[in-house]
């Protein structure tokens, strides 16, 4: 069990608030590249799906919530994971098939959900967890929590049958979600271009009646205000926004991924569009962090990601026995 | 229990007093479908239930069958026990990859951390003339995914007590319910009270030393009639409903095989998946085996879409008829 | 086999094609009276699904049809069926499960097709033609055939996933598909008010790149126009439109309509906007017809009518053999 | 016939020689799915296709299960001849209403005026680490539905025959590629011409008096291991793959009953609805009852969701050394 610490709002707030934004952002990178790692050294079973180039967009949504609002994720879901607060340990333990990982080895990379810290599970199905988060969003209508529901997804996702009937749902009865659609210009090698014929996604919220917005998603700040804004939204009832947060993946889609359908130039611009340096330079200029603080940020997520792939590595294999009897929650339990 | 009150209800009366019991028992639940308010669903099981628990409780949904289980699901992850009802069960095609990706799977492939307590309700079944896309008997796709419990009434008095656990269940239970039991009273009088029937219980009918027959849903009361004929011919016949084919109870079948040494098994749905083979299936393979006397006999719909014409259509499903023919059959010619 | 007799073109834009309209929204209306009796009669097994009061709508889209074009149809399809050409006699023939119906008795009133006018088949699914007539519209264009594909469907209807996926391939792939949505304000018992959070479901189309119309459902020559105007654009390549044709049905949903979600007020008040005594009006006020010529059309159609159903009642019943030969099409057949 | 050129493919070569050769022969074929242009597919079975017959006939798409598959019933009804890839066969869920509703009734259904020639591509089972959304074995379903085809082929040679008479096919047929066996070459040589294999009929691999394995997909080839190990044992074994599960050739499978009295029917899906149900139904039901010596014997996939851990999900679906004890077990003990 992790002490859960997560600081709420806006990265350029404070000092503590801009070491916490790029403390994440620097989690996740260096966690896709712990996978890569473990995974290149066939230690890791399966495939992966990395999110290396996407940092800015998890942890900006992630810094506009309280621990008790919801989301539901997907196979590219490590970011949001490790963004909405998740142990570094279960989850790393989880890619490795151990007992002590998030779901005890039976579920995997794409299968990460953290109760603790209000998140519902990533999602193998493209489109998968769209409709979950809405149903998130009704509870917490119903129940009047107050609480909630972002659901992270891909551009391809957007034309799954999934998300239509869960816009319309959540437009229709104004629930408290978000829908977070991390725009990386491909479903695997669709381009948003052959996808679509609008030119932002975004404006499919036109035709629910859902307020939608377009945010350069690798700069964490822009991607931070336009989720504050959904959020206060949805808390106040006034029903759910679309965010496209623009942004690029740097690896293949998974590790069958050859990259035949876009170009070397491309990916090496993206490069440089890297959400790090790029919020690195916003702290620098507006002087919130030194090199030095900077430097050590960096270097406390490196030992965090260090301490949890040796913890894993130490850990326990989940067993084959009990399989069956985890089928089904025990009646009365 | 016995009961004291002898009320006759409908299966869809039936029906809305478990689920009624529910929400006034528990805060947590709520119905969720097309048209299940004002209009009362298409089979007016929900009746009233919107005046009485408001439009909060009793949600009408657009016509969205993916997105009303998706939110269910969530909403089942987020601390509600919704129970969704759609409007045929052949539209949960419609919704398949929430019921058999995501709530079934969930439980199990988060490791345990989150649970779905969902019921989901829905009509099925031919006999109404409407054909192939809305008469249809599913639940072997349901069967087939492993984390959904799957219930299958065959008359007033156990639906209510079956809803009533299926609610509790803090697990995904598919609800199916027969279209021509809707507006039929039952044979046994349905308890005033909140008596539960657990889930993965077999219900023997009646006893018989001659033959075993093993039938859910509207076959049971087909098959019913058939054992009270034949026992004027001295054919006697026991009558086993498993109620829940998914967990599927085989003692009582087990028992009553090695006493009448002969199986016909009957359903409404194609026999290719269906429940008929896992009892087949798991007679053949046990000890049980050893006391057949006769090959085990089996009768499904035929396999074929459910076509429109009323005659047509009868064809298309076993009818008391066959089931008669068969059971004489399997008695008479294996002694 | 009946010869088909089908005018296209403008309803205003000559005396035969005056008639013809007029022709057609009369056939519709007595047919569906014609089903009402026999199903009040107990003639008619299973349930029916009445469009009176919408005639408008299929019979002006299909005046801008060619036969070659083709259509999908739903529950609610004998206007659909009728407008594009289909034969009375075989169409009440298989409501009465007779031999010579359009689906020898096996599918009944919501499962009509005739290859013979382009009609794909009505639906008991609802948005289940949808992507079925998106698929036609694919092999229009893979084939170089220049037809164009045209799928009916409701207002609930656009709210299934169908629609949404349907509607996106054919926005990408510019395919010569209409989606004609005929807005009867009611998806069952569902308002159009509660189930979108849009004024104008047309609107829809602005999340796709497809543009959308409304028009009067109920002005057989405004809906004409409008069919025109997306057949045009379908044919030169420009790909799909939505046409919203706002209309009403008068009658409950099914026969298991008590008719509780609205008022009898409103029912009264969309009968003052009959389509028929509307176009009727028009013709006599353009003086393409005169009051005798028009109703001798109506004649026309309602001796068209009761031939129809005499020869259906007459007709041999489908018979129970050969059920099983019939699942599959034969190989090599 | 005997193949002269003793061409070693593997499962994905020969899948993707099959689409070619129906590509050139025909016009109307075409191939749809996502990422099967540039990508070539998630597996690489459409790889380089595109490159050859353009993108109008191998048509990438967005991320629409449900669309695609009801695009390719419409252009079906049209006139083509559509192949579908859906990426993993447990998104056919999306689908379903396409698969089962559309497709499987259309030409019953419509009396008989159109018909769906259709092929539905889609790799499924586990063994990749995919966890249990990627890893399902959901044959079950398709056949449950009247009106569909299922083809589960075990090696290339077959695939490529079978794939070939499921294009030519005016139906829909469901082809179900196994994942493992896309990239190992066969154990037979693939046929360079165009010999296509009838769908529905069983293939006998060996023969042996002892008893009889049916097992279908990637379980024959495990049963296959097993026969050849137990050979040198003195038991010997009758391996029999129908190929087809819907149709079901049953008749070499009686044949076989009769001659050893003993019965071990193999699947990786779930056991309940599956079709070694089916056959074991069928086999009960039948002359063949009387041959049995032991009680019939099956073996499924665990009743449970795939896990991800390469321990979890090897115990998840039946390995070699299950195949061989529960063979040496019916054998041993019934004599
Ligand atoms: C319903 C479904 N269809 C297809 C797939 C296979 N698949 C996995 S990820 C992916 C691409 C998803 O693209 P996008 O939503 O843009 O997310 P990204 O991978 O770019 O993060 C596809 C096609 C799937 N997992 N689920
Ligand atoms: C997928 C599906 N869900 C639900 C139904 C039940 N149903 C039949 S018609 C209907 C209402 C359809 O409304 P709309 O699309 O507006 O067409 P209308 O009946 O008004 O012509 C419903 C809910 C169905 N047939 N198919
Ligand atoms: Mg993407
Ligand atoms: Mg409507």
Same sequence: chains 1, 3.
């Avoid at chain 1, 199905?125 to 992270?152: R, W």
């Avoid at chain 1, 206060?232 to 623009?246: F, H, Q, S």
């Amino acid at each position: 069990m992790t002490t859960i610490q997560l600081l709420k709002g806006h990265p350029l707030s404070s000092k503590e608030h801009a070491s916490h934004a790029l403390l994440y952002m620097w989690k996740i990178r260096k966690f896709e590249e712990a996978v890569e790692d473990l995974f290149g050294r066939g230690m890791m079973h399966g495939t992966m799906h990395l999110s290396i180039g996407q940092e800015a967009s998890p942890t900006g949504m992630c810094l506009a919530l309280d621990l008790a609002d919801q989301i539901t994720s997907t196979h590219r879901g490590h970011g949001h994971c490790i963004a909405k607060g998740a142990d570094l340990t279960r989850m790393i333990a989880e890619l490795l098939g151990k007992k002590i990982g998030y779901c005890g080895g039976r579920g995997g990379s794409m299968h990460i959900a953290d109760v603790e810290t209000g998140n519902l599970g990533a999602n193998g199905v493209v489109g998968g967890g769209i409709p979950i988060a809405v149903g998130a969003g009704l509870a917490s209508k119903l129940q009047k929590k107050g609480t909630v529901a972002v659901s992270f997804f891909g551009d391809g996702a957007m034309n799954e049958g999934a998300f239509h009937e869960a816009a319309n749902l959540a437009a229709i009865w104004k629930l408290p979600v978000i829908f977070f659609c991390e725009n990386n210009h491909y479903g695997m090698s669709s381009s948003t271009e052959k996808a679509f014929a609008i030119e932002k996604l975004a404006d499919r919220g036109l035709g629910y009646g859902i307020p939608g917005v377009t945010v350069d998603g690798n700069n964490v700040v822009e991607v931070y205000e336009a989720a504050e804004a959904a959020v206060a939204r949805a808390r106040n009832g006034e029903g759910p926004t679309i965010i496209e947060a623009i942004t690029y993946r740097w690896k293949g889609h998974s590790r069958s991924d050859k990259n035949l359908y876009r170009t070397k130039e491309e990916i090496e611009e993206w490069k440089h569009k890297d959400p790090l340096p790029r919020f690195i330079s916003i702290v620098l200029e507006k002087g919130l962090l030194s090199q030095d603080e900077i430097d050590a940020v960096q270097q406390q997520a490196h030992d965090q990601i260090v301490h949890a792939v040796n913890e894993a590595v130490k850990a326990e294999s989940a067993e084959p026995s009990g399989l069956l009897d985890a089928v089904f929650k025990k009646v009365g339990a | 229990m016995a009961d004291t009150t002898n009320r006759m209800l409908t299966m869809a009366e039936a029906v809305r007093e478990a689920m009624t019991i529910a929400m006034n028992e528990r805060e947590d639940v709520f119905l969720m479908g097309e048209d299940v308010g004002i209009y009362g669903g298409a089979f007016g099981v929900s009746s009233e239930m919107q005046n009485k628990f408001g439009a909060d409780r009793i949600i009408d949904t657009p016509i969205s069958e993916l997105g009303i289980v998706g939110a269910a699901v969530g909403a089942a992850l987020a601390g509600m026990r919704p129970i969704v009802e759609i409007q045929f069960s052949d539209f949960t095609a419609q919704a398949m990859d929430q019921i058999a990706n995501q709530a079934a799977k969930i439980h199990f492939m988060l490791g345990g951390a989150l649970h779905v307590p969902l019921v989901l309700r829905t009509p099925q079944g031919s006999g109404t003339g409407a054909a192939a896309q809305h008469s249809q008997v599913l639940e072997t796709w349901f069967a087939n995914i492993p984390g959904l419990k799957v219930v299958v009434p065959s008359n007033p008095a156990d639906a209510k007590g079956l809803l009533l656990s299926a609610i509790d269940d803090p697990n995904p239970v598919i609800f199916l319910e027969h279209k021509l039991l809707y507006k039929i009273p039952g044979r046994d009088a349905v308890p005033e009270g909140v008596e539960r029937i657990p889930l993965g219980v077999s219900k023997v009918l009646r006893h018989g030393s001659d033959l075993t027959i093993v039938a859910t849903g509207i076959m049971v009361n087909k098959s019913y009639e058939v054992a009270e004929k034949l026992s004027a011919e001295g054919i006697n016949i026991t009558l086993i409903d498993p109620r829940t084919i998914s967990p599927l109870d085989m003692d009582p079948i087990h028992e009553s095989v090695q006493q009448t040494g002969r199986l016909l098994v009957v359903q409404e749905g194609p026999s290719h998946g269906g429940f008929i083979n896992e009892v087949i299936a798991r007679v053949s393979e046990s000890a049980s085996f050893g006391s057949l006397i006769a090959p085990i006999k089996r009768l499904a719909g035929m396999n074929i879409p459910i076509p429109y014409a009323p005659q047509l259509e009868r064809a298309a499903v076993p009818q008391i008829e066959d089931i008669e023919v068969a059971a004489r059959e399997i008695v008479k010619n294996w002694r």
